[in-house]
């Protein structure tokens, strides 16, 4: 007899880091090991009904994908409790960096000590790299913080054969494109990246030489930030090397993988964790440019797969510009470190483990 998992969790829509993850999770073939409850908790109007469905749940496990905000925390405290008064095993899954920080620096005192106490008794919690293990340290004993790295799904991976042309037509190119994939947040370094292409602009006219065209994808969640944006590209004039692709799923979102050279994102956003993004973009063999922040520098190591820029670095927009260097080695290197450690079939081998591990458990 199968062992039911009761997933608690922010399914799509709306697509972020989390709900894919959590999507690719609940539809993958670990179906034919558990059996699967969903229980969706993206819509906070709906979480008495959601809090009964849990009590009422013949569930042997719950995985719970926590929260980053203090409301959040709040409804996450009372799911823990409701679990625990059940006896229930029960798992946290935190897809982000800033959950320490709001824990001891956010939160009234009567808030964390409800956390401390809630999640040492758990089963164990689950963070995207070894350097946010931190992350939990005091709370829960070291051999129940449980490291399982983010993956690229294998629809937006191309294939080995994909893989090898666009490696030799490197040489041939002398326009490379450079993808911004992510959310419109200002901390995620979309206005610097308007700013490059800003500075390329500058150098077409000075020079006649064109070296990049710079393609825009994601989600607006702020009408100013789209405003900012559409202004930024008219008032310089960048209609001709800057484009926008909107929201890009399946096809459409390979394709551009498949087409772009080069992926950004200076981002410093406060709950960041390991960018899914990031995994797409080297899986396709694109040099990453990115910041030593959150999970991120587990992933990516500065000359190896791209820049690793410190927060000073990311200030020097025009030297970044100019130091972009695309050449096979580094495509290769971060091709084959997704092939060896971040496939889908990795991500779930590792989930399969950690159930089973749990559910053996006295």
Request: hydrophobic fraction near 40%.
């Amino acid at each position: 007899m199968k062992n039911k998992i009761g997933i608690i969790a922010q399914f799509p829509p709306p697509i972020h880091g989390l709900s894919k993850a959590v999507d690719t999770l609940f539809k993958s073939h670990l179906k034919d090991e558990f059996l699967f409850e969903k229980i969706d908790i993206t819509n906070n109007k709906k979480f008495l009904r959601n809090l009964i469905n849990i009590w009422n749940s013949d569930a042997s496990l719950f995985y719970l994908t926590i929260s980053q905000t203090k409301g959040g925390n709040l409804r996450d405290l009372l799911i823990m409790k409701t679990l625990l008064l059940k006896k229930k095993k029960c798992i946290i899954h935190l897809h982000g960096g800033y959950f320490r920080k709001l824990l001891d620096e956010d939160m009234n005192y009567l808030q964390r000590k409800m956390n401390h106490k809630l999640i040492s008794k758990l089963d164990g919690a689950i963070v995207l790299s070894n350097s946010l293990k931190k992350i939990f340290q005091g709370l829960l004993p070291e051999e129940k913080i449980y490291v399982i790295p983010n993956c690229v799904d294998d629809e937006y991976l191309i294939t080995n054969n994909e893989f090898e042309k666009k490696v030799s037509l490197l040489k041939s190119k002398s326009i490379f494109n450079i993808l911004y994939l992510s959310n419109f947040i200002e901390s995620k370094g979309y206005k610097q990246v308007l700013e490059m292409a800003k500075l390329e602009r500058d150098s077409i006219e000075s020079s006649g030489k064109r070296r990049y065209n710079f393609n825009f994808a994601g989600s607006f969640f702020d009408d100013k930030e789209r405003e900012y944006f559409f202004n930024y590209i008219k008032k310089y004039s960048l209609e001709e090397i800057v484009e926008y692709h909107g929201i890009v799923e399946g096809e459409k979102k390979k394709d551009l993988l498949k087409k772009n050279d080069v992926f950004i994102l200076l981002t410093r956003y406060e709950k960041e964790g390991q960018p899914i993004s990031i995994l797409e973009a080297m899986g396709n063999g694109l040099i990453i440019v990115t910041t030593d922040h959150a999970g991120i520098p587990d992933i990516v190591i500065d000359k190896v797969n791209g820049i690793l820029c410190s927060e000073n670095e990311q200030r020097k927009i025009e030297k970044l510009n100019n130091n972009i260097f695309i050449n096979e080695y580094i495509m290769r290197n971060n091709r084959n470190k997704i092939i060896q450690s971040y496939l889908e079939s990795s991500y779930l081998s590792n989930f399969i483990t950690l159930f089973k591990s749990i559910l053996k458990m006295n």
